[in-house]
């Protein structure tokens, strides 16, 4: 007998209410009675074929605010009101039962709550007066949408083997809460301050990220296939549980044991200092209850290196949850012993600070550039010996990027990396330099397909099916054209969010030096 039910709580000494059942109907809509401030969403019985029970909760002045989603891993959900606001009208819970196959599945929903309250946080923990005039934008425009794609420029003598890629997606996609209710979305939704990590050649994870009225994506993972650059919705791809919606983590990808690595962030008041590996090859998440001791970070880096992870800087709670302090310290964990430690550093190490980037280059050094600590934004240059575990300051030449942080990182070659973008205390920014390592000197490079300014977005260097080598006599002189730069999302300082992927040949880019 299929005894399946959905069943949710209101308040904390409510008693459970069952909404959905299996001879039911695979939709309900209950009032949310006035004084409620927490809601409590979970299912009971064998899921059977069902797909997902998507939940969302709205009144008539709002965009609906999505909990999330049940699944058959993860069965339980937690919805929290804000202190300072109120509900003006009556608010409904809606809840609806995907069943039969993925085809048929409702967008993968990350769970989302009220939004300003968070980008407050964010400003805070920053100093970043971007987000309040959003928000002051967003109240004199309370149903204006914020989500913004990239046009396409046609640029005169734009670079060979260059390309904008999903560049209107809001166009050819019907976003749920701004249009079609149930829609599958063909591409991820905008955002920043998510993770984009490539797992091979071909293929790369989207994590994570928030989106338009500041609330938590919607749809918080996607696999990208750069054979035919498409997207697919992977969450209910996966079993375990999943990370909870965050922004300001890092996920990198270990090639030996073909797990993926995602470490802390932030959601709202709550910080994260939890370690969650996905698995490509069996397509399961697992969470580390790892030895020894790290604080919550955010905004911080993590390097891959000879299968430990290195996170650097970020910003932590102090005194908790309010942010207020970036941190300067080095830990590092390690895998196989699913333990944290402090290494012994010695050398000129960089001052506390979040939003930076680090590169692993040569695979023994760590160039860490830039960052954010309020009220200072900064554009110098680290470098930190893995044989010798010791950092030095980098004298460096030539026409260095202008202070900021939440910027875009990428290795080019063995001697060379990319910074684009990032955010300056005022503004986003929209310039590109290349760093060489033999001579320690800066080159501005224009890239007419970056023009759009952004900060909090993603790029890496995959191949895809244009810039491949096919013969044995084009891999030498192909080495670094047969790889393409990839930029994902982002936002600028007009509160707009891009979902739009742009490639870039690298080639081009090294001979624009």
Not at 362 to 386: E, H, S
Not at 429 to 452: C, G, H, M, R, Y
Not at 482 to 489: A, D, I, K, S, Y
Not at 496 to 509: C, I, P
Request: proline content about 7%; some cysteine; overall charge negative.
């Amino acid at each position: 007998m299929d005894d399946f039910g959905v069943y949710a709580v209101f308040g904390v000494n409510g008693p459970p209410q069952k909404l959905l059942s299996a001879e039911g109907s695979s939709r309900a809509r209950v009032a949310v009675p006035p004084s409620v401030r927490q809601v409590v969403l979970f299912s009971s019985g064998p899921w059977g074929e069902r797909i997902c029970v998507n939940a969302e909760l709205s009144d008539f002045d709002r965009m609906p605010i999505t909990i999330g989603k049940l699944t058959p891993y993860n069965k339980c959900l937690s919805w929290e009101q804000w202190e300072e606001e109120t509900w003006i009208d009556s608010v409904t819970l809606n809840v609806s039962l995907e069943g039969g196959n993925l085809d048929t599945a409702a967008p993968p929903a990350a769970r989302e709550l009220h939004g300003k309250r968070k980008r407050k946080q964010t400003a805070k923990e920053e100093g970043n007066d971007w987000t309040n005039r959003r928000e002051e934008e967003e109240n004199m425009r309370p149903n204006a949408t914020t989500e913004k794609t990239t046009p396409v420029r046609k640029v005169r003598g734009q670079a060979k083997g260059s390309q904008k890629l999903f560049a209107s997606s809001a166009d050819t996609t019907k976003l749920k809460g701004a249009g079609e209710k149930g829609a599958p979305l063909a591409s991820p939704s905008g955002r920043w301050g998510q993770t984009l990590c490539p797992i091979d050649a071909q293929t790369a994870i989207l994590i994570g990220g928030q989106g338009a009225r500041m609330q938590f994506c919607k749809d918080p993972m996607w696999k990208l296939c750069t054979e035919d650059v498409s997207w697919v919705a992977a969450e209910t791809l996966a079993e375990g549980p999943t990370p909870e919606a965050r922004i300001g983590h890092t996920a990198i990808y270990d090639p030996d044991s073909r797990r993926i690595f995602v470490f802390g962030g932030s959601k709202n008041k709550k910080w994260f200092n939890d370690v969650h590996i996905l698995d490509t090859q069996s397509w399961k998440w697992t969470m580390v209850e790892a030895q020894g001791k790290v604080p919550p970070l955010a905004y911080h880096s993590c390097s891959m290196f000879q299968g430990e992870l290195f996170v650097l800087g970020g910003v932590f709670p102090r005194p908790n949850p309010e942010p207020d302090g970036c941190s300067d310290s080095l830990y590092i964990f390690d895998p196989r012993l699913s333990i944290w430690y402090q290494p012994i550093v010695t050398g000129d190490k960089p001052s506390p600070r979040s939003g930076h980037s680090a590169c692993v280059m040569q695979a023994r050094k760590i160039y860490v550039f830039g960052g954010w600590d309020t009220p200072v934004c900064y554009n110098d240059m680290y470098m930190l010996d893995l044989g010798l575990m010791e950092f030095s300051a980098v004298k460096t030449t030539g026409n260095p990027p202008s202070p900021r942080s939440w910027h875009g990182s990428a290795v080019l070659s063995d001697t060379k990396f990319l910074i684009h973008g990032g955010y300056n205390g005022n503004n986003a920014l929209s310039d590109a330099f290349v760093f060489d390592i033999d001579t320690n000197s800066w080159t501005e490079v224009s890239v007419p397909e970056l023009s759009v300014p952004r900060a909090g977005h993603s790029i890496i260097t995959m191949e895809t099916a244009g810039h491949r080598c096919f013969s044995e006599e084009d891999v030498d002189a192909d080495m670094n054209g047969g790889r393409t730069l990839l930029v994902f999302g982002g936002g600028d300082n007009e509160g707009n969010f891009y979902s739009d992927l742009t490639t870039v040949a690298v080639e081009e880019l090294l001979g624009a030096i």
